[in-house]
């Protein structure tokens, strides 16, 4: 996946603002809604690369819930 959906350029810092979310125990809702949003709007806004941002939230959630137990 290309660093402009999974690390883009205006995030700095070591932690990853996801990884934030994931501690306060918000990973699921963030990403689903994530998820929805990109899918909602790629024909109109961010075209295949909203795509590929929604793939990165679905892909990410199913990482985290691989390691998490529900």
């Known amino acids: 996946m290309s660093s402009s959906v999974s690390h883009p350029a205006h995030y700095q810092g070591e932690i990853e603002c996801i990884d ?9 809702g ?3 809604g994530n998820v929805i949003k990109y899918v909602w709007r790629w024909e109109r806004k961010g075209g295949i690369e909203d795509l590929r941002k929604a793939q990165f939230y679905l ?5 985290y819930l691989e390691k998490t137990p529900l």
Do not use: P
Not at 20 to 28: D, E, P, R
């Open 30 to 32: 963030f990403c689903i």
């Open 59 to 63: 892909n990410w959630l199913i990482s």
């Open 20 to 28: 934030a979310i994931a501690a306060t125990g918000n990973a699921k």
